[in-house]
T-cell receptor
Framework: DTAVSQTPKYLVTQMGNDKSIKCEQN?????MYWYKQDSKKFLKIMFS???????INETVPNRFSPKSPDKAHLNLHINSLELGDSAVYFC?????????????FGPGTRLTVL | GDSVTQMEGPVTLSEEAFLTINCTYT??????LFWYVQYPGEGLQLLLK?????DKGSNKGFEATYRKETTSFHLEKGSVQVSDSAVYFC????????????FGTGTRLTIIP
């Protein structure tokens, strides 16, 4: 009964490759997010979607393209991977995307670019 | 822009010690304030939150009070346990619609038996 799940948990790949991370939530929430956590544990929003519509895009390189086939899924595709993309990526969801809403996080995907 | 300033870590305490992790914020309007906790190898989970001034959030013995006058949301616990060892993040979200979380840098807490 996992609330927010991500696959894969670990991803090791070469520079220049293209990879995807998948996220699914079974909470019935309208809003989903992607966050990036760097090696110093600093967390920063990348994107948010509300009912499949892009709401927040925080000056992320256009090599990163989120896709939301339905409101329960938000996938992250990354083209031409670079060393600096190595990080832990967290998916999250909230009920309506309001400031008062709790966000529920997935377990994270550790991406290592060699 | 919005920002959260959090006490630098790491913090190491003995079991049953009193814990305070300081958090102050800068935001437009009146944000909601959160403490999230990340246990080793896991994602973040909400510890507590407060959505308006003078509200106190509490959970698992932890407390934090939303102080508008000092723009603070300090986390406290009277007696910590080894199982409280984790990274703690203070965060805010403004209330203008379609809100993201803005996080502090995180404070790593280690409790020694």
């Amino acid at each position: 009964d996992t609330a927010v799940s991500q696959t894969p948990k670990y991803l090791v790949t070469q520079m220049g490759n293209d990879k995807s991370i998948k996220c699914e939530q079974n909470l019935g929430h309208d809003t989903m997010y992607w966050y990036k956590q760097d090696s110093k544990k600093f967390l920063k929003i990348m994107f948010s979607y509300n009912n499949k519509e892009l709401i927040i895009n925080e000056t992320v390189p256009n090599r990163f393209s989120p896709k939301s086939p339905d409101k329960a899924h938000l996938n992250l595709h990354i083209n031409s991977l670079e060393l600096g993309d190595s990080a832990v990526y967290f998916c999250a969801s909230s009920q309506k995307g309001r400031g008062t809403d709790t966000q529920y996080f997935g377990p994270g995907t550790r991406l290592t670019v060699l | 822009g919005d920002s959260v300033t959090q006490m630098e870590g790491p913090v190491t305490l003995s079991e049953e010690a009193f814990l305070t992790i300081n958090c102050t914020y800068t935001a437009t309007g009146y944000p909601s304030l959160f403490w999230y906790v990340q246990y080793p190898g896991e994602g973040l989970q909400l510890l507590l939150k407060a959505t308006k001034a003078d509200d106190k959030g509490s959970n698992k013995g932890f407390e934090a009070t939303y102080r508008k006058e000092t723009t603070s949301f300090h986390l406290e616990k009277g007696s910590v346990q080894v199982s409280d060892s984790a990274v703690y993040f203070c965060a805010l979200a403004t209330n203008f619609g379609n809100e993201k979380l803005t996080f502090g840098t995180g404070t790593r807490l280690t409790i020694i038996p």
